[in-house]
Structure formats: C-alpha cells, structure tokens
C-alpha cells in the first residue's frame, strides 16, 4: 500500500510553566503509538521571558526519558530556538503554530500578538479572560486566515467521542438534565501570593481555571446532542464563594439551560476534592452516564440503573474503559491543530469557535453574577 509523508507542524512554544512542559513531552510522543501517521510535530522555538528560561526549557526537555524519549532520539527538539521574548517567537520564520502556555489573564495579549505576526494558534483554557477579548481575535485570526483554537485537550480523548456515541444512539432515551463537577483541594492557604490559582492579576480562583471541565461534559453531552435545537444557552443562576485572601473566588456553582431541552449544574472548587466515581452525571430517561473523576482525563464511565423504584429499561451497570494512549494526553489536540493546518482549516470542527464564544460566556456571567475581585475587572480587548 503507498504511503504519504506526513505533515510536519512547526510549534513556537510561548511560557516555560508547567502547561508548557507537559504539552511539550506530548509533541515528543511517537505518533504511531496512538495509530497516527499523517500528521508529526517539531518544536522550532520557545519563548519566555528570559532567554536563559527558554534554554533550559529546552535543556530539559532533551533530558526527557519514558515515551517522550522518542521524539528527542527522532529530531522534534533539533531546531528549537531558545527566545528570551515571546515576540522572537512570533517572528520566526520557522514557527507555523504558536501554543499559549501563559496565565489566564495574559491570553489574549499574547494570542493577539501571535494571529497579527500571522501565526496559527492554540491557546490554553479559558480562551481570554472575557468574551469581548475573544471575540476580538476571532476577528483578527479571520482577516489574517490563520487558524485559532482553544485548548481544551479533554474534547479529543477516546472517551469524549465515546460518550457521546452513546447518547447518540439513543439507547439511554430522552437526555433529562446533568451535573458536573471539577473540585479539587489545590491547598490554596499553602501558596505564595503569586501563585496564579491565588493572585487576581493572573487571573485566579477556581472558575476561569476550573470552569472549562464542567463545560466540556455540558457541550459534548447536552448542546451538541441531536436533540438540543437551543445554540444559546445561558446562565439562569450562579453563586460564588470568595476565597477572602486575595478576593477570587474559592468555588463557584452556575446552572445553564438548554431552552426545551435539559438544564445542567456546574460546579467548581479549589479548597475541596470532588466525587472520585462521578465527575460528570447525565440523567437519562432509561438510566444515568456516569463520568469517572478526574474531570480533564477520565479514561472510564459507566451506564447506571435509576436508583429506587424510579423507571428506566436498563436494570445493570456497565462499565466502559477508553484509555488515553502513550503519553499524557494532549497529543490528540496538537494532531487536530496539524490537521486542521494542512488542510487551509481556520477552526476545528471538533472544537469550534462558536462553542468557545457560548462557554467564555458562561464564564463572564459567573464572575458578573459574583463578588470577587474580579467582578468588574475590564477586558483588555481593543488595546
Ligand atoms: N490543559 C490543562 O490541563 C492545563 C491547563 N493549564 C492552563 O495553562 C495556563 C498556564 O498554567 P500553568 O502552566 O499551570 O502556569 P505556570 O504558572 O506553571 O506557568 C505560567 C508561565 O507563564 C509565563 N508568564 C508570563 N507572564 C507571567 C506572569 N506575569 N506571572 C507568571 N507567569 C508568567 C511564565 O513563563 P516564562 O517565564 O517562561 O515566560 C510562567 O512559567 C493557564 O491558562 C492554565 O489554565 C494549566 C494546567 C493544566
Ligand atoms: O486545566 C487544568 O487541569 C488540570 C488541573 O490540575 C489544573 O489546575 C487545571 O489548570
């Protein structure tokens, strides 16, 4: 059987933090261990804020050992250009597609940067800080016809397309309403200041940081369900509670409803753990789907009988396991962005704007709603 050369995505990699690091090892996987052989990835420059950071990103990675070994011993780090500013990195001739590692409060500005130096983007969750920022580089991304894209790695794991089979083929019935949750007791009261879990000027608290998990499970699962005819659904209650150090907040709770459809409970929490067995709960008329913890890599869920005397065909538990392969998990949407790349795609299908633009809404609607320091705080668009 002939085969095709694959095509090679060049990254610029903007922030040596620890998102960069483990997307980075990913980009060092061997393709072939999760069945892809049409796309590859390099890595041709980082960038940080100082030149010395951005080598020993670099150095560091080099040292990798485990299944990101692979792609040091094939050549995916053999161009990388250490940058001490992230504007080298936009310049670089050899850099197609930039990820945005940086904290929350610094993704629009770096992303704007990159899409106006003409370069592709993926940028980590949430998107901007506010609606008014997105919005502001999907513009930019369509007059300069470059790729935009969110990081929200959990959309392209083998469960999330498993999941939504299963509601798709209607054999749980009528979707009712579901629950989502990322807690987690990140141990606030045990961080410095400037940690960017704590410090407003980064954007803390558990909404922007947490908020993108629940919101995953709700667009899989209830908006892009063939049932749902409602594409703008809204905050219709929200709670807040401060986390009185730095004024963000400790944990958030919002319901959204799908008008004539379902409705759906967020919640968020950096100062307690979750439910283990049940990060997602879809309720179904034949019977639940039960998500298992940790919100952004499940890798099992289970179909649940209706507990009580309550009605629902299905009478046992079952569950389904769908392991992501070698390596931490993000290789999937870096292979996505590729793809999308290749093929003249401005956005993903898989993860497109106009679902971005709902749940950065979402987003807004809480924080508007609550009392936190970041209330009021004004967007960065248009500067
Ligand atoms: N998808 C996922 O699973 C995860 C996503 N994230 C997301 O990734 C982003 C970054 O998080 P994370 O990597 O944990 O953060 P870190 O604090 O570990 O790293 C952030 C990096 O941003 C750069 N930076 C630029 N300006 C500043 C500034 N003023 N203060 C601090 N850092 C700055 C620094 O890199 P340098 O010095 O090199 O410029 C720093 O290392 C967030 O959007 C977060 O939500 C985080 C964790 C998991
Ligand atoms: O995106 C994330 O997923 C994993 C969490 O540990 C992290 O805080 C968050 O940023």
């Known amino acids: 059987m002939a085969s095709t050369t694959p095509s090679t995505l060049r990254w610029g990699i903007i922030a040596t933090g620890g998102i960069s690091t483990r997307f980075s090892e990913d980009l060092l996987v061997d393709p072939s261990t999760r069945d892809v052989s049409d796309v590859t990835h390099k890595i041709t420059a980082v960038g940080s804020r100082s030149v010395a950071g951005a080598q020993k990103f670099i150095d560091k990675l080099k040292a990798s050992e485990g299944v990101s070994a692979w792609g040091v011993k094939n050549g995916v780090l053999d161009d990388a250009k250490p940058c001490g500013s992230y504007d080298d990195v936009f310049a670089d001739a050899n850099v197609d597609a930039v990820y945005i590692g940086t904290p929350h409060t610094f993704h629009h500005a770096n992303a704007k ?10 940028c980590e969750k949430p998107f901007t800080f506010d609606l008014a920022e997105l919005d502001e580089l999907i513009a930019i991304a369509k007059e300069k ?3 935009l894209m969110e990081a929200v790695w959990t959309r392209f794991h083998p469960i999330a397309y498993a999941v939504q089979d299963v ?4 054999k749980l019935g009528q979707v009712k309403r579901m629950f989502a949750d990322f807690s987690m007791n990140f141990e606030p009261d045990t961080r410095p200041d400037d940690n960017r879990m704590i410090d407003p000027e980064q954007g803390g608290g558990s909404l922007l940081d947490q908020g993108p998990y629940p919101s995953v499970w709700c667009m899989l699962a209830l908006h892009q369900h063939p049932d749902n005819k409602d594409k703008d659904p809204q905050v219709v209650s929200s709670y807040q509670r401060i986390y009185e150090r730095s004024g963000v907040d400790a944990m958030s709770h919002w319901i959204v409803e799908w008008k004539g459809f379902a409705e759906a409970r967020c919640l968020t929490d950096m100062t307690a753990s979750g439910l283990s067995e049940a ?30 005397g309550e009605p629902g065909s299905i009478k046992e538990k ?35 704007l106009s679902e971005s633009r709902v749940t950065q809404g979402w987003l807004d609607a809480v924080r508007k709603q609550g009392n936190t320091v970041l209330k009021d705080r004004k967007s960065t668009a248009g500067n």
């Open 279 to 308: 990060t997602a709960v879809i309720t179904c008329q034949e019977a639940d789907l039960v998500i298992d913890y940790p919100p952004w890599r499940p890798e099992s869920f289970s179909i649940v009988p209706h507990s009580g």
């Open 145 to 147: 016809k470059v790729f």
């Open 167 to 170: 509601l798709k083929s209607g």
């Open 318 to 352: 079952t569950t389904f396991k769908h392991t992501v392969h070698a390596g931490g998990g993000m290789h999937y949407e870096a292979d996505e962005v590729a793809r999308c790349i290749r093929d003249g795609k401005l956005e993903s299908s898989r993860m497109p």
């Open 113 to 122: 940067a990159a899409l106006l130096a003409g370069k592709h983007v993926l």
